[in-house]
Nanobody
Framework: QVQLVESGGGSVQAGGSLRLSCASS???????MGWFRQAPGNEREFVSV????????LYADSVKGRFIMSRDNTKNMVYLQMAGLKPEDTAVYYC????????????????????WGQGTQVTVSS
């Protein structure tokens, strides 16, 4: 059973930056990884996903140009560098993995992801 642990959340002012990290208990080098978020009263939504090799990364329109997702398969880690944070970015951020091997293009739907971390809170104040 894969375990994912997110870290790096916190409280920042609008315009600030945070770097989220996700550590895996097992190698995920064959699988796509994703960052998703859920604000109170809202459904969980796609933020960014990356394919197994790291050469395809997709972003939600709301974060494009501000967030950068990356992965280090040698360390079983994925990251989300967030800059230009806005109050509407406030949410619990979740790391997830799609356990279908070697997908050339990562999925963006929440339902396609099989294992999830516990989440890390990001709060952006105006």
């Amino acid at each position: 059973q894969v375990q994912l642990v997110e870290s790096g959340g916190g409280s920042v002012q609008a315009g600030g930056s945070l770097r989220l990290s996700c550590a895996s208990s097992a190698s995920l080098s064959h699988y796509a990884m994703g960052w998703f978020r859920q604000a109170p009263g809202n459904e969980r939504e796609f933020v960014s996903v990356i394919n197994w090799s790291g050469d395809i990364t997709l972003y939600a329109d709301s974060v494009k140009g501000r967030f950068i997702m990356s992965r280090d398969n040698t360390k079983n880690m994925v990251y989300l560098q967030m800059a230009g944070l806005k109050p509407e970015d406030t949410a619990v951020y979740y790391c997830a993995t799609d356990l279908r091997s070697y997908l050339p293009r990562p999925a963006v739907k929440v339902s396609e992801y099989d294992a999830w971390g516990q989440g890390t809170q990001v709060t952006v104040s105006s």
